[in-house]
């Protein structure tokens, strides 16, 4: 503890951070290609529900259909590749980035523009849009099967499962640290204060739908880059990217992470991306597994497994009133 | 084109017509418990697979109990989920009860697979057993016809019960105004079960009426809640003239765009939404959304 406090408050971000980075960065070459596949997989996942949790956790709004973001981005990178012939992915990227700040900007125009039920169910339905799109238009799309997506090239390497998760990790520590400089800044704190109270934000003369709006692009944008790494991590884009199901995984993470905590969600993908991997392999009843916990984290742990026993442990044992002898 | 104008919008009308029941059930429940239950559409697709049953043993008199059973028995499943689980999040933000209704469908949807399988059922005795008629100079299934009747008539009993009978007053009253009605003596909670009971009750009568004529199948409850909240988006949410003219209004679009635009047909009910919710926030028929 005495080492730790010697280090002035303002390195611990930093610090941390590096070391994080140092451990992404070094943890191919004690793991096993599965294991590394598992990892990109749980670093999307954190990437996707920090963005969502910019909405969920810090604005309040509830949405149902943060999937299509998600797809939204996988669908560009995989019909660029595969259609278009771009095989560069800083092209891919800006391209899917792009794609995902449009459109989150339109839906989130409309759908900001209500609370509660109303914005939870239009997220829903323009969510299913996209999935019913993603069908539809098949000739593009390659309809139910979706399509197939070869590897693309970064700066002219080939970029294959280890390059990808190079990739993956080090946009995960830069879009951590954006996030947390987000949650702590002036529009952070008046998110924050939208979420505990619209009408008293409103007094205090914060143009409330106009923040929120800009807080659903910018989790849409997350959730594009988030799907602009999904597509090589499957090689593979498929319409059930946009299904509600999908929209419901990003809940599930956020939610075990628990959404009142800024690493939450981090928590919540790794938890994810293992547990999935895990259940998959004995049941093909996910689903029900999925909407049982959120239906069980709804009803008993409100602050999310891991925040629930976050707190429930400071209390216990960190807590102030509680007097040693 | 005019002389297949009446198929079309027969065809809409069929849609409307088990849109209607879906949503003014989703209706009820919400502007009296203040709960949107996400888990309809899966009350939904229950009804359609319990509805399977029977309708394939090809026993008529069976089948047209079937009517009665499936709504009756979804119903009670209900009131088990309202009196078990949505009770304790009445006082609770609408995120946490959204969030419960949600992982409730994912529940629901995956034990339907679970019991019945992934395939989907045809169940089209009682669609062949009636054939067909020739109506305004085309020829039309009479099963289809009856199903639009048959709606017809439970929104004019719907109406009546809520307009003019002591208990509808009640109900509607819990819909104003919660405590108000309680400290007039209302058992207020008992009104929220029967409101559960009767909602989920007209979404699986929704499911056994569409079995015969499409098929039971995966995904028909996701699809439902969708059409059935827009249903409500462009009628207003909790007023049932709304769900009556919002599903005529989406039937009817359905049914011409699937001719016209098959590949479009879904963009134009999400325009129509779209142009609702910018004009007129509450519907055309909503009134204003407030906590009871």
């Not at chain 1, 019913?132 to 070869?150: E, H, Q, R």
């Not at chain 1, 049982?292 to 102030?320: D, H, M, Q």
Request: proline share 3%.
């Amino acid at each position: 503890m005495h080492i730790l406090r010697s280090i002035p408050k303002e390195y611990y971000i930093p610090i941390s951070l590096g070391l994080l980075f140092l451990f992404l960065i070094s943890f191919p070459l004690i793991a096993s290609r599965y294991l590394i596949f598992l990892l990109s997989l749980a670093l999307i996942y954190a990437i996707w529900a920090l963005g969502y949790n910019f909405l969920f956790g810090y604005t309040g709004l509830l949405s149902f259909g943060h999937a299509a973001y998600l797809g939204v981005g996988a669908y560009t990178v995989g019909l660029l590749i595969a259609r278009v012939g771009i095989k560069s992915f800083e092209i891919l990227f800006l391209a899917a980035v792009l794609t995902s700040l449009g459109i989150s900007a339109l839906i989130g125009y409309l759908c900001v523009k209500y609370t509660e039920v109303y914005f939870a169910l239009l997220t829903l339905a323009f969510g299913e849009f996209f999935y019913a799109l993603a069908f539809k238009l098949y000739d593009i799309t390659g309809g139910s099967d979706g399509v197939s997506v070869p590897y693309p090239y970064l700066f002219g390497y080939l970029m294959d499962t280890k390059l990808l998760y190079y990739v993956v990790a080090v946009l995960f520590v830069i879009l951590l640290y954006f996030a947390w400089k987000v949650v702590n800044s002036p529009f952070g704190k008046t998110l924050q204060a939208i979420r505990e109270d619209p009408v008293k934000a409103e007094f205090v003369g914060i143009h409330v739908k106009r923040y929120q709006w800009y807080s659903f692009i910018l989790s849409g944008v997350y959730s594009g880059i988030a799907g602009a790494l999904y597509a090589p991590l499957f090689a593979h884009i498929y319409p059930d990217l946009f299904h509600w199901t999908t929209s419901g995984e990003v809940l599930f993470v956020t939610l075990i992470g628990g959404h009142r905590m800024f690493l939450g969600p981090v928590l919540g993908a790794i938890i994810y991306a293992f547990l999935r991997s895990y259940i998959t392999a004995y049941t093909i009843y996910w689903p029900f597994v999925l909407g049982l916990s959120v239906a069980v984290i709804a009803l008993i742990f409100p602050n999310g497994i891991i925040g629930s026993a976050y707190s429930f442990i400071k209390e216990r044992y960190f807590s102030k009133t509680v007097v040693s002898k | 084109m005019l002389s297949t104008l009446p198929l079309f919008i027969l065809n809409g009308l069929f849609y409307a017509a088990t849109l209607f029941l879906i949503a003014s059930g989703l209706t009820i429940i919400f502007s009296v418990a203040g709960i949107l239950n996400l888990a309809h559409g899966a009350i939904f697709m229950l009804g359609a697979y319990l509805a399977t049953l029977t309708m394939l043993t090809g026993d008529i008199r069976l089948i047209i109990i079937t009517f009665i059973i499936v709504p009756f028995i979804i119903g009670l499943i209900g009131l088990g989920i309202e009196r078990g689980l949505i009770k304790w999040v009445y006082d609770r933000e609408s995120e946490y009860q959204l969030l419960l209704t949600y992982g409730l469908s994912l529940v629901l949807a995956d034990l339907v697979r679970m019991m019945f399988g992934p395939q989907p059922i045809s169940a089209s005795f009682l669609l062949r057993e009636s054939g067909v008629i020739d109506i305004l100079g085309v020829t039309y299934p009479v099963y289809n016809l009856i199903v639009i009747v048959v709606a017809l008539f439970v929104g004019l009993l719907l109406w009546l019960f809520l307009d003019r009978t002591r208990l509808g007053w009640i109900v509607r009253a819990c819909s104003f105004d919660r405590e108000m009605s309680s400290a007039l003596g209302v058992n207020v909670g008992l009104i929220y079960a029967f409101t559960f009971f009767l909602g989920s009750a007209l979404g699986g009568l929704a499911g056994a009426l569409i079995v015969p004529s499409t098929v039971a199948m995966l995904g028909m409850d996701v699809n439902a809640l969708i059409e059935s909240f827009i249903v409500i988006v462009i009628g207003g949410l909790g007023s049932i003239r709304g769900a009556f003219i919002g599903s005529i209004i989406v039937g009817l679009v359905r049914s011409f765009g699937i001719y016209f635009f098959p590949r479009y047909e879904l963009a134009f009910i999400y325009i129509i939404m779209a142009v609702v919710l910018l004009i007129r926030p509450r519907g055309l028929f909503g009134r204003e959304y407030r906590r009871v």
